[in-house]
């Protein structure tokens, strides 16, 4: 009986020894992560709760505001700006996204060969990512000067008159789309990595029953990259819906002419630190995140007619 009394309190030494072993363990797994919790509970999850919160207040930098309820909220739907900041976004989203895409996806067809020198060219079209969106939009302001651009300057030696690119409504969101798609090499190089994943084993399959350039395309390489087609889509949309820095950098914060590059985001933003109407602009955030929402559950919902992951 003594010798199992004394296994049993072996057994049990150990069983509490592991315990203590895996009880420290967890105090130090909290411990490091205790800096990356308590930084998203006070830059996060509190301001994320406290513009709930404002949305339904008069609350500004100035004073702490009282509660109006769905004030902010009514005057937005009178607001003609909003709805102006509202269209242009959606207008330029809808140009934008599909041209980053498929421009994204042809240069990533062209830079998915084996030659020399490739990786200097696919370096090439990554480093315009690298640039500071203020540097582009400064560098593109003067590309598109309707007095001394030099896009007007070459257009005028093959005898065609200047174009307004930055002075007119209807030339505006056009130009915008073409600088924004300066930025494509994130999306090329996504599209590379999709592209590189597919087995060549398809292609020679193809090959062998005949198939051409293009219907290996159509046929292999576009339904095997619809995922990263799909991751595109979203991220693109989503982007663009908050575009702000390229736009307010190229108005200098204006969105003219006639408020044609004024997007929601820059709205949001003038109305929060501009006019200091923070309650305001915490209902206009809350409205660009349920247009989001929207947005992405509805290409979630329609992915599974269209995404198709290799098995």
């Known amino acids: 009986m003594s010798g199992e009394k004394k296994v049993k309190r072996q057994v049990e030494g150990k069983k509490k020894y592991r315990?203590?072993?895996?009880?420290?363990?967890?105090?130090m797994g909290v411990l490091f992560t205790l800096p990356w919790i308590?930084?998203?509970?006070?830059f996060y999850a509190y301001p994320l709760i406290a513009s709930v919160y404002y949305s339904f207040t008069s609350y500004s930098v100035l004073?702490?505001?009282?509660?109006?309820?769905?004030?902010?909220?009514r005057t937005l739907m009178h607001d003609d700006l909003f709805w102006k900041s509202i269209g242009n976004t959606l207008v330029f989203t809808a140009m934008s996204v599909p041209v980053n895409i498929i421009l994204g996806l042809a240069i990533?067809?062209?830079?998915?060969?084996?030659?020399?020198?490739?990786?200097?060219?696919?370096?090439?079209?990554?480093?315009?990512?690298?640039?500071?969106?203020?540097?582009?939009?400064?560098?593109?302001?003067?590309?598109?000067?309707?007095?001394?651009?030099?896009?007007?300057?070459?257009?005028?030696?093959?005898?065609?008159?200047?174009i307004p690119w930055l002075a007119s409504e209807d030339w505006s969101k056009i130009s915008l789309v073409m600088i924004a798609a300066w930025g494509i090499g994130q999306a090329i190089i996504i599209n590379l990595g999709g592209l590189q994943d597919i087995s060549p084993e398809y292609y020679e399959a193809a090959g062998i029953d005949g198939a051409n350039t293009w219907q290996k395309v159509k046929h292999i390489t576009l339904p095997l990259l619809t995922p990263v087609i799909f991751y595109n889509l979203v991220m693109g949309i989503i982007n663009s819906l908050q575009i702000f820095t390229l736009p307010y950098a190229?108005?200098?914060?204006?969105?003219?002419?006639?408020?044609?590059?004024?997007?929601?985001?820059?709205?949001?933003?003038?109305?929060a630190f501009g006019y200091m109407k923070m309650g305001y602009a915490s209902a206009m955030a809350w409205i660009l995140f349920v247009i989001i929402l929207i947005l992405t559950l509805v290409i979630f919902g329609t992915s599974k007619k269209w995404v198709h992951y290799q098995q």
């Open 19 to 27: 315990g203590s072993i895996e009880a420290k363990k967890a105090r």
């Open 38 to 42: 308590l930084g998203l509970l006070i």
């Open 63 to 73: 004073n702490a505001g009282e509660f109006v309820g769905l004030e902010n909220y």
């Open 108 to 162: 990533a067809l062209l830079l998915n060969v084996k030659i020399k020198g490739i990786g200097l060219y696919r370096t090439i079209f990554f480093i315009p990512t690298l640039v500071p969106v203020v540097a582009t939009a400064t560098v593109w302001r003067w590309l598109l000067n309707s007095n001394y651009g030099l896009f007007n300057s070459l257009l005028s030696k093959i005898g065609l008159g200047p």
């Open 250 to 271: 190229l108005t200098n914060g204006e969105g003219s002419p006639t408020h044609s590059l004024t997007f929601y985001v820059m709205h949001l933003y003038n109305n």
